[in-house]
């Protein structure tokens, strides 16, 4: 295990790279005026005057990848619209719900004008008429701060007929979620903003081609929309400068958890996640030590320490490392934490947030649940640790959505790494950290 | 060599795979578990009904395709040229017997108090697949049992498995959208949406579709065990539509009627008046012997043989425009072609008339099934009559009874009453003739019954009416026949079981009127052939009803 030697802090990069952030700290950044007074607006002007096609291309050359999770290619996605006049739609999807994200949150609160540009260029490149943000319920500040700036882009001219006298029409909404962690899941997202049940729906038809009302429709993270500006801006060659081969450009981490300084930090793609710790997040207090970290959002497969020391922040290095980069939420598990409850804490959560839909999901978020509870109670059974594997295993890949692998994943990667936990726990009754005995915890319920 | 014919059309050209080693060619856009069901391979499901869309829930349907490192859902893959497909590795026995744990898991396990138990999908698909003991060690979750949700429909959500096929049947066939599935994750339920209840003319759809004992009709729960009935095909009478249904019946009688698919007629679906059709075929509401009024008092319990050949005796000696016949929809087109024989040239008479109920409007229609024609066979009767050269007005007959010139009457009466709500007054009218023999399978109180009621309307007529002569009539479960819907499509059935020994067919009648013999080859081979030994399909080999005999039939809907 990593000891924190306090006088070492400065062997560790403290440098955040703020391309998307960078006027983040002004609060009249929030506003119109303030926002054109650092160059806002003038990269739609540009790209009203591109061909849309040349905007998808060079959204394809920068090897932007989406920033909501899956990390797909960006342009890629766009170029799966079918070539006709059909009318599409362009979602944002601003449902930030995994657990330990908090990037999307602030980018609409401080640039909400931000966000607004990067989705009127990214429409007009997929020849979009109407787009919707569908932001998170809990929200209350990033509604409140997108709907005045959306009234100001309409009055200024950004948004409604004949955008800047090119021809171009764009509407543009807000849409205000009611909490489900599933209508972060883009086709759930579309059954949400239809009106019905936030539930996924079956795939194919993939959105693209009958998305939102049946109509080919393109989802896409805040972060992505937002970075499609810069990338009309710098071009794409500069935007590949930034990160690393595979993973271009910068991104927004969430960091969160055990650790002195947490909050959002614009690092370039590549980052050791370290230094993002040591460096950026300040270390441990309390001379607490790195035990564990779950590097991009509660679905991503928990890294133990020396995992964590030698991880970069880069979609190839973390999936080779058996995990991924998510959301970018970073959540850092020091040394007083049981793992055993850290996953009883998640199989909570998934159990409360499976949709219903498909029954391996829907039974088996729950019995996990149970089964972590059961062990967290003391009343674990040696056959319960297996039986976490298993029922993991079989609910990977069996679903319509990812909600079921996004429970399973950090069970096996909790259940392998930290096993020694688990076993003490279902032996002995208690945790094997001490101080954090939890015999008699109440039962898995909502 | 002669040229081959090769299909100049690209579109239209079928597309060759391989399912479970069997070389098939399928139409373009067939999902593998359409594939296996057109090709009689059995795949597990729960959410996927052919007469729904693909909900994709379940999750049982698995099949490996060659290529491929991860096991498929059958009800959303459409097959490919040249696909390998199969279900029968272990890798997809594996993931099917995981993906029925997950259903089990929180299963409240009530077979010996569930209705659904031996026509249950889990039970047949544990039977399949599972087989293990539960690692459930956990608390179940709890749910509501008893849920009212209507008139027709009790549900148990302990034992929903959440497939989504009722919620779709009410969306997408009845259109009613009575159903919902309500909360999330395991704590989800099917319900009714506020104040609405499950009442609709096709609602009991539901529990047919519903592969647990999550929905149980309450018309028929807790009447029989399945595996105490035997299934048989026939057409429903219940109106013109003519649906293809199988009804369930023993010793006892009929115990329910389920629809049959004909993609002609009814597709998968029936409505729930047609499920009562059963009620008037069996032993309680039926007419089990003849009876006589004769010199103003009943003589019952007359042999109907007996009573047939008075009649015959009767009629020989009436003068051709004395006697009448009149006759419903209700019964088969040979029953017709028999009696109009026998009435047009043994007794030379064209007085044939066709009783039909005031209320029926022959051209309602309610878009899905129902028609305003509540007779079987109205274009069978119709068919006979032009064949006949019968071209009868109904006023004709009233004038001529009232007259008198109409002496001897027989009706061969309905058996549906419940659409014949004209019954009691056309009754009063067939009293003014001298000698009324009226056939009916079923019980007719406006006759038989010594109310007062009957003994005034006797009363009324006794100056003319001589003999009453009531004469039991087989049902149409008890006799082979034809019926011809309302688009003109004939449909043959068999006979079914015999409830009441002694009633008489149409055709029986129709020969001993004619004063002829029942001889043996009256029943005709196909009368005796019921149609549980004739079409199960699932009787095919020893193995198969040696195991539980519903997972061949159920595995393949």
Redesign the interface.
Known sequence: MQTLDLTEETKYLTKETKYLSEFYHLPEFKGLAGYKNKGGYQDLEKALKMPPQAIIDEVKASGLRGRGGAGFSTGMKWGFLPKNNEPRYLLCNADEGEPGTFKDRMMMEKAPHQLIEGMIISAFAINSKKSYIYVRGEYDESIDALEAALQEAYKAGYLGKNILGSGFDHDMDVYRGAG?YICGEETGMISSLEGL?GQPK?K?PFPAIQGYLKKPTIVNNVETLAVVKYIIRDGAAHYRTLGTEKSAGTKLFSLSGNIAKPGNYEVPLGYALKDMIYGMGGGFKNNKQLKAVIPGGSSAPVLNAAESMKATLDYENLAQMGSMLGSGAIIVIDDSQCMVQCLANLMHFY??????????C??????LD??SH?ILSGHG?R??IE?LL?VAD?MK????CALSDAAALPVISFVTKFRDEFEYFVNEGKSKVKGTAFKGAP??S? | MLPTNASSNASLVNIKCSINGAELEVKPGTTIIQAMQDNAQKIAHYCWHPGLSIAGVCRLCMVEIAGNPKVQIACNTVVTEGMKINNTSEKVKDAVKWGLDFHLINHPLDCPICDQAGECGLQDQYMEYGKYTSEMAEKKQKKQKVVDLGPTVVLDSERCILCSRCTRFTDEVSKTHELGIFNRGDHAEIGTHDGKQLDNKYSLNTVDICPVGALTSKDFRFKQRVWYLKESATICNGCSTGCNVNVYFNKEGLFRVKPKYNSEVNGYWMCDEGRTIYKFVNKEARLLKAKQYKDNSWQTEIPAGTAAKEVAQLLKTAQPEEVALVLTGQNTLEEYEALLATFVTTFKTKNIYHWWPQVAQAKDFDGLLLRGDKNPNTNGLLQTFEKFGINTEWPNLEQNLKSGKIKQLVVIGPENLTVYDDLKQKISLFLQAEHLIYVSSVKIAELESREESLEQSLEQSRETLKTVTLLPMKSYIEKAGTFVNYKGLAQTFKKVTTLVSEALTGTELAKLFAGESLKLEVLKAADLLTAVSSTRKDQVTLEHSKKNEFVFNRGRL
């Open positions: 489900a049940k079956l194919p159990h409360h947030e499976s949709c219903g839909q498909c029954t391996p829907r039974e088996g978020t729950g019995w149970k089964i059961s059974r056959q319960d039986l298993k079989n890949g069996k679903t319509i039962h898995a909502h």
